[in-house]
Every structure is written in structure tokens, then in C-alpha cells.
């Protein structure tokens, strides 16, 4: 089984300073982990991928995540907040199982909304 | 590359009559398409999985003869609400995965949101 849990469901940042949105997980398997982004009434857009390659990902728009087994988690980080960062973000978990087309579900975590304040 | 597309991207429909949502892959081959449904301020809840060519796995809670599922083809995906009620409204959403890719990673289309009056 794996589950993820975003621990905040708000976060306020002002323009220009860091940003860390948590996320936790547990997995069965070895996991892959994402983080998307949601902006309002639109679709899911990547930021980046967590495959078993390196700990330290870097993704679209100055984002990265850092993945530590020790700890279970797959923090968010971005050295400086813009006002068009504002969005939902989720953190993702994959089961990469055994393989098959079978394999591979995707559970979301509750979501995390980042406002940006001018 | 990797685009998915929905169509509609909207739509109204009486309480009682089915709509039909349309799930492509564009420029890739997806063997397996999932279709998730999201209400307000929740996150994305898988519904089903949706493997070419054979039918779709749905996951605990779902009405498979509520939600009907085909996928005919590589590139295409359809999602049917039958006897559609208010509480089907919800923003329903399709992600595809790439035959090649690799690494399952999905890539998801931009949604359809559903109001049933």
C-alpha cells in the first residue's frame, strides 16, 4: 500500500523569499514521486520526477525536491517565491511494483495551496 | 510532446441524461489511461484504469455501470456518465501513460468539469 501526506494544507510566502511545501510518504516498493501543480480550473502540470536516480531533483520553474528515504519524504523548495507560483501542489507517489500496465497507480496527496503575497 | 487532451472541456446537463468525455493522447501511444474525478478544494481520486483493448479496472466504490469505460485505441479514451445526478458534478480529469516512456509517468489532460442540474 502507499500513501502520501502533505503536511500543510495552506501555505503564505511574500514575493522573493524561500518556499517549502512538505510531503511524506510510505510505499510498499521502491517509489517513484512527483510533485504537479494545479492552477485554478486547469489541469495538472509536472514540475518534476523522483525515479531512483538522483536525491536531489530539479524541476520546471526553479523548483526541487529533495528525496530522503531515512525520512520518508520528498520536500518541495524554491529559493524565490513569484506571484505566478501561486497555485495547488501535489505530492505524488508511484508504486513501481513488478511491473505490468497494471502497476504503477498514482496516489495523491491532499494538496497544498501557496499563496503568494506582493 | 506528451500532450493529452479532453473534450469537452465544459459541460451542463440535466439530471438524468449521460455525457460522454473523450480522452486523447496526441503525439504518443498510451496503453493504459486513468480517469480521476476531483470536487472542490479535495484532491484527485482515481476512478478507474483504462487498458487497451480490454476492460477497465475500477477502483472500490466506483459503479462500473454508472462510470462506463472503453478504450478502443491507443490515442483514445471515453468516460460515460450514465443517468447523470447533482452529485456526479465534479471536475473530471484523464491522465494517459506513454507506451515507450517509461518510468509511469502520466501525463494529464486539462480536465472536464461536469455540472449536472
Known amino acids: 500500500a502507499q500513501s502520501v501526506t502533505q503536511l500543510d494544507s495552506h501555505v503564505s510566502v511574500s514575493e522573493g523569499t524561500p518556499v517549502l511545501l512538505r510531503c511524506n510518504y510510505s510505499?510498499?516498493?521502491?517509489?517513484?514521486l512527483f510533485w504537479y501543480v494545479q492552477h485554478p480550473n486547469k489541469g495538472l502540470q509536472l514540475l518534476l520526477k523522483y525515479t531512483s536516480a538522483a536525491t536531489l531533483v530539479k524541476g520546471i520553474n526553479g523548483f526541487e525536491a529533495e528525496f530522503k528515504k531515512s525520512e520518508t519524504s520528498f520536500h518541495l523548495t524554491k529559493p524565490s517565491a513569484h506571484m505566478s507560483d501561486a497555485a495547488e501542489y501535489f505530492c505524488v507517489v508511484s508504486d513501481q511494483g513488478a511491473g505490468g500496465t497494471s502497476y504503477g497507480k498514482l496516489t495523491f496527496g491532499q494538496g497544498t495551496i501557496l499563496t503568494v503575497h506582493p | 510532446g506528451a500532450v493529452v487532451s479532453q473534450h469537452p472541456s465544459r459541460v451542463i446537463c440535466k439530471s438524468g441524461t449521460s455525457v460522454k468525455i473523450e480522452c486523447r493522447s496526441l503525439d504518443f501511444q498510451a496503453t493504459t489511461m486513468f480517469w480521476y474525478r476531483q470536487f472542490p478544494k479535495q484532491s484527485l481520486m482515481l476512478m478507474a484504469t483504462?487498458?487497451?483493448?480490454?476492460?477497465?479496472?475500477?477502483e472500490q466504490g466506483v459503479e462500473k455501470d454508472k462510470f462506463l469505460i472503453n478504450h478502443a485505441s491507443l490515442t483514445l479514451s471515453t468516460l460515460t456518465v450514465t443517468s447523470a445526478h447533482p452529485e456526479d458534478s465534479s471536475f473530471y480529469i484523464c491522465s494517459a501513460r506513454d507506451l515507450y516512456g517509461g518510468g509511469y509517468e502520466q501525463y494529464f489532460g486539462p480536465g472536464t468539469r461536469l455540472t449536472v442540474t
Open positions: 510505499s510498499s516498493y521502491s517509489p517513484s
Open positions: 483504462s487498458n487497451e483493448g480490454s476492460k477497465a479496472t475500477y
